[in-house]
């Protein structure tokens, strides 16, 4: 179970996602209200006015798990910094590893700027591997912002690894995983596990990476991994009285395209470094290939905010000057990295170039990815 600390904060959350911003200082409060005039005193007579509306921000996954924790430290900076200053709510749409949410966006979201949706690399993947459940068609939809995230894995103490310097011990153990889905982002920790050579046995129909961690918390799988803002925010007191070890992080691509370490958790190896240390050799072959490519399309970019096809431009616009001003308020960057880790958001022109990036996976890491997908765990498409 959560302590009771905690699920009161969540509760809190949940109610009152936009409240959030009231809990910012006056300073930053009255900054953010300067700058809003300062928009609407320079804007054309075509700027959308959001006043007395309630926007909502889809996140198809319950609550709890990184992209809700992200969606919810974002919704009350739009609420700040959109013209009029609309009421921003988080609505959850849990179910189909994200893709459920998303195609919902698709059939009932307007184009008035009233609708926006908060992706994962787990609404990405379905959409790459051309599952049977995606009845959406992201390359039309209207990017906002970017969000690069990492991940950590990490195991039950009770298995008695220290550090990734034991991952060989962890080979003759049965490991049990919580999965959305083989389809969803969670295929970037399948891929890892079985280029480790690990005996892990996927437990699928979590709705979202909260509900993994949770299924860890009450001991019913003993390995997981969390995207960094939840990682940071709830895994870590688990590290801290001893209950989870922490074993590496995905990494995070350099300015050349390498793996790195994650900024977020300099004192953990990267997933190749971890590899190097297991097996004595650097990763290579067609799985490494194919963990590479859906890495890169899954966390560079891994969380984004849209809005749908066909919305006018002056919306779009509204929104990426808002996403824009929330960065540089002094409030958010004060919280950034304690939330969301040391990652920089992308906004505008440059959310949409690593955009396309991400949806442009090579022909054949995909066809790997399907075929070893079908084999495994009978996956069609």
């Not at 990494?251 to 050349?256: P, V």
């Not at 004060?334 to 090579?362: H, S, W």
């Amino acid at each position: 179970m959560l302590p009771i600390e905690r699920q009161q904060h969540y509760r809190r959350e949940y109610k009152m996602s936009w409240g959030r911003s009231f809990k910012h200082s006056l300073t930053a409060v009255c900054a953010a209200a300067a700058l809003t005039c300062g928009f609407a005193a320079s804007a054309s007579a075509q700027e959308p006015d959001f006043a007395g509306e309630r926007v909502e921000l889809i996140i198809p996954f319950s609550e709890g798990g990184g992209t809700d924790t992200w969606g919810r430290f974002w919704a009350p900076y739009f609420s700040i910094f959109l013209p009029g200053k609309p009421t921003v709510v988080v609505k959850n749409v849990p179910g189909g590893g994200s893709t459920s949410g998303a195609n919902q966006f698709e059939a009932r979201a307007k184009p008035d700027g009233l609708t926006a949706i908060g992706t994962s690399g787990s609404t990405q993947f379905p959409y790459l591997l051309q599952d049977k459940r995606v009845q959406y068609e992201m390359r039309d939809w209207r990017v906002i912002l970017a969000s690069p995230t990492g991940g950590v894995v990490y195991v039950n103490s009770d298995l008695g690894v220290k550090s990734a310097a034991d991952l060989n011990a962890l080979k003759e153990i049965n490991l049990r995983y919580g999965s959305q889905g083989a389809t969803s982002l969670d295929l970037v920790p399948l891929l890892a596990f079985e280029l480790l050579g690990l005996d892990v046995d996927a437990v699928f129909g979590m709705k979202g990476r909260g509900a993994g961690r949770l299924a860890f918390e009450r001991g019913e799988v003993n390995i997981d991994y969390q995207t960094s803002s939840a990682y940071i925010n709830n895994v870590t007191p688990l590290v801290n009285i001893g209950s989870a070890v922490p074993l590496f992080s995905w990494g995070a691509l350099d300015d050349d395209g390498n793996i790195v370490r994650d900024p977020s958790f300099p004192d953990l190896p990267s997933f190749p470094e971890a590899y190097e240390m297991m097996k004595g050799e650097k990763p290579s072959g067609p799985a490494w290939e194919a963990y590479k490519a859906f890495f890169i399309a899954g966390f560079p970019a891994q969380k984004m905010v849209f809005l749908p096809k066909d919305t006018p431009e002056n919306i779009v616009e509204a929104y990426r000057k808002a996403a824009i001003s929330a960065t540089e308020e002094e409030s958010f960057i004060a919280d950034r990295e304690a939330t969301l880790g040391a990652y920089k958001q992308i906004v505008g022109e440059p959310a949409e170039r690593i955009f396309r990036q991400a949806v442009n996976v090579p022909e054949d890491a995909r066809t790997w990815v399907q075929k070893w997908l079908t084999e495994k765990y009978s996956v069609q498409f």
